[in-house]
């Protein structure tokens, strides 16, 4: 094999390590993204009082979960984007697993909207905020 074949192949290597390190580093930062004030912490004792009333957003998810570090951000922007319209909360279901249990929750991150208490939409993955704040208004108006 000849030099013109190991140039490109040592290039392409190169940019996927730099791709790769790029991603780590985005994801690594995102576990130190602050939450929003906007945006409540539930536990077990305090998630059927705070869905009672209004439209609530909760997201479960754990600290393990890659696509939950990715899915966070994206709440704490709708948190300050839709905190005088609904109530947009988090659970971690590694401390608070009743509830996560009673709902079925098998896949994280979840996303369900609860409109008085009763559960409207369930959203299963990473959603965009445009995806959000739509099935947020779509539960305000309902």
């Known amino acids: ?67 939950c570090k990715i899915q966070g951000p994206i709440v704490n922007e709708v948190a300050e984007l839709m905190h005088d319209k609904a109530t947009i909360t988090k659970l971690n279901i590694d401390l608070h697993k009743r509830t996560a249990s009673e709902l079925g929750i098998r896949s994280i991150p979840t996303i369900i909207i609860f409109k008085d208490g009763k559960p409207l ?14 099935a947020l208004n779509d539960a305000l108006k309902g």
């Open 121 to 134: 939409t369930k959203l299963v993955g990473a959603k965009t905020k445009n995806i959000l704040t739509k």
């Open 1 to 67: 094999m000849n030099l013109y074949f190991w140039i490109p192949v040592a290039i392409l290597l190169i940019l996927l390590i730099a791709a790769f390190y790029k991603k780590y580093k985005l994801l690594k930062n995102m576990e130190q993204t602050p939450n929003s004030t906007h945006l409540l912490e539930l536990t077990d004792a305090t998630f059927k009082k705070t869905i009672q009333k209004g439209v609530t957003l909760v997201d479960f998810w754990a600290p393990w979960c890659m696509p």
